[in-house]
């Protein structure tokens, strides 16, 4: 490929890469980048509250309830507003769960594709639900705690795998061939329904109603027979339920139906649907130089605060992008050869001390940051774009690095 000059699209420059299925920036058009330092996410409290008045919505018309998933957006100073319209949350482990705890009301829904000993008991006391990986699982340690009552307080779930592979990308994908997720569909008996409470099943990345009609159509002749046997049903996350284009009507109906035919509660747990748009990451342009293309490091680096940029791989939108205009390749200032953000055409030449934000990282970004090469983590606001009060949630100094290693 030709390096220099104007491209017509980015398209043209990385043609691999997945496209992002949000990317709208919304009030941060708006938003004067240079009032944070930098590098720093910024969230939109407005953004975040439009898509839980959304979630709500969902929740009212179809009786189901919605629990927040930590990992995808562990934002706990908004906890208080998380609260006002969400059910509670759900939790990959201990860490997560303690966090619930401490900062949300709700009650909190636990699934680890397996637990230490420890951990489990602590588990179990702060958990409304505690859902395993297989059966084998809850038989063990039903066993192991046979002369307590560890279990008394909490109602045991078991994930199912459904055996249906519909994602785009097959790193994201519970139903990818020897998946470790959850007990296959296929393998599941009568007998496997005794001891438990509620079904769970995650199945979905980013995707519309469809998939979870095709999913569940999937497991439904297996579980029907045992709705009495059951509490609840837990259709995990992954629903885009907050993006325009998302079906609310038909999935509205859906819950309301399998709610009345099963006698079941119903819970949805989305992480990302709860941030989606909601916030940006702003860095810095620190050096520009050629070599075969303008070649930008930017106080950003994708390994350390957007790893989902070269694990999925995909390119994060950039606020502001023009269709033509000077490409340029941004990436971080680690060591990493691949700390590659991605090729981007900005309207003008791009130069030292330029601002730049990438759209969309409220949620999976801030949570995976890390401190690589002794990278700076971004500080973290809070925005509000209809008073546009703008406030410092935390920011992070040396020690952060310092005090993860010894
Ligand atoms: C078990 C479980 N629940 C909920 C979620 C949240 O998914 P999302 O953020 O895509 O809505 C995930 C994401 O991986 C998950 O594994």
């Known amino acids: 490929m030709a390096c220099h000059g104007h491209w017509k699209s980015w398209k ?3 043609p691999f890469n997945m496209e992002t299925k949000a990317g709208d920036p919304g009030a941060f058009a708006h938003f004067d980048l240079n009032r944070v330092p930098s590098p720093a996410f910024v969230v939109d409290e407005v953004a975040v509250r439009r898509n839980l008045e959304i979630l709500a919505d969902v929740k009212r018309r179809s009786g189901a309830k919605v629990l927040l998933a930590l990992k995808a957006f562990s934002m706990w100073s908004l906890a208080p507003l998380i609260d ?9 482990g201990l860490w997560e769960a303690r966090l619930a705890k401490e900062h949300y ?3 909190i829904s636990t699934y680890s594709p397996a637990y230490k000993a420890d951990d489990l008991a602590e588990l179990c006391q702060i958990s409304e639900h505690i859902t395993f990986n297989n059966p084998e699982q809850i038989e063990r340690w039903k066993i192991k705690y046979n002369q307590n009552d560890i279990f008394d307080t909490c109602e045991l779930g078991l994930r199912i795998n459904p055996e249906i592979a519909l994602g785009e990308t097959e790193k994201y994908d519970p139903s ?8 296959p569909i296929s393998q599941m008996r009568s007998e496997h329904f005794q001891h438990l409470s ?4 995650h199945n979905l990345c980013e995707q519309g109603f469809d998939a979870l009609e095709r999913t569940w159509a999937k ?3 297996i579980i029907a027979p045992h709705y009495n046997d059951l509490k609840w049903i837990n259709l995990g996350g992954g629903h885009h339920i907050t993006r325009d284009d998302y079906d609310r009507e038909a999935l509205v109906d859906f ?3 399998l709610k009345a035919k099963s006698r079941c509660e119903i819970y949805l747990e989305p992480g990302e649907a709860v941030a989606l748009d909601a916030g940006i990451l702003v860095g810095e342009i620190l050096d520009v130089f050629n070599n075969g293309m303008p070649v930008g490091i930017t106080d950003i680096s994708a390994t350390c605060h957007m790893p989902d940029v070269i694990e999925a791989p995909y390119r994060p939108a950039m606020l502001g992008e023009q269709p033509e205009g000077t490409a340029i390749r941004l990436g971080g200032p680690s060591c990493l050869a691949g700390d590659i953000i991605g090729d981007y055409i900005l309207p003008d030449e791009p130069h030292v001390g330029q601002r730049i934000a990438f759209l969309d990282q409220a949620h999976y970004s801030m949570v995976k940051t890390n401190t690589f090469n ?3 983590l971004p500080s973290i606001w809070l925005w509000n774009s209809e008073s546009d009060a703008l406030k410092c949630v935390k920011t992070f100094d040396w020690t952060a690095f310092q005090d993860r290693l010894s």
Do not use: N, T, W, Y
């Open 219 to 221: 497991i439904e002749p």
């Open 198 to 201: 509620g079904i769970h099943c």
């Open 374 to 376: 002794g990278v700076p």
């Open 84 to 92: 006002e319209f969400l059910d509670g949350c759900c939790a990959s």
């Open 255 to 257: 819950l309301k139906h």
């Open 176 to 183: 990818q061939l020897h998946s470790r997720l959850g007990f």
């Open 105 to 107: 009301r709700g009650p």
């Open 12 to 14: 043209d420059l990385c």
